[in-house]
């Protein structure tokens, strides 16, 4: 699935928020690899770093999914990601 498709149902904020941490692109491929409904089992975040001077704290993280339709199995991605503290908080 290609992440411009979804463009026209969201805002622009809501868009580059959607797409900005990944979780977009993993559930899409999810669903489109193994043309099933998807469902988050379980996400687990661990942090791993925090830098005060530069607002940001830095996490790893697990996420579990569920596929139910064609195929029914449970996936788990990881990955890490970096929260950045903006002017809106």
């Known amino acids: 699935m290609q992440m411009n498709k979804l463009e026209p149902f969201l805002s622009d904020e809501e868009y ?8 977009a692109e993993i559930s899409a491929y999810a ?3 193994y043309r099933s409904n ?13 830098n005060k001077e530069k607002e940001t704290i830095g996490y790893d993280y697990t996420m579990t999914f569920k596929l139910t339709g064609k195929v029914n ?6 990955g ?9 908080g």
């Open 38 to 50: 998807i469902n988050v089992e379980k996400i687990t975040f661990v942090k791993r770093q925090e």
């Open 31 to 33: 669903a489109t690899q």
């Open 73 to 78: 199995k449970t996936v788990t991605k990881k």
């Open 80 to 88: 890490k990601m970096v929260l950045i503290k903006t002017e809106n």
């Open 16 to 23: 580059e928020d959607f797409t900005a941490n990944r979780l």
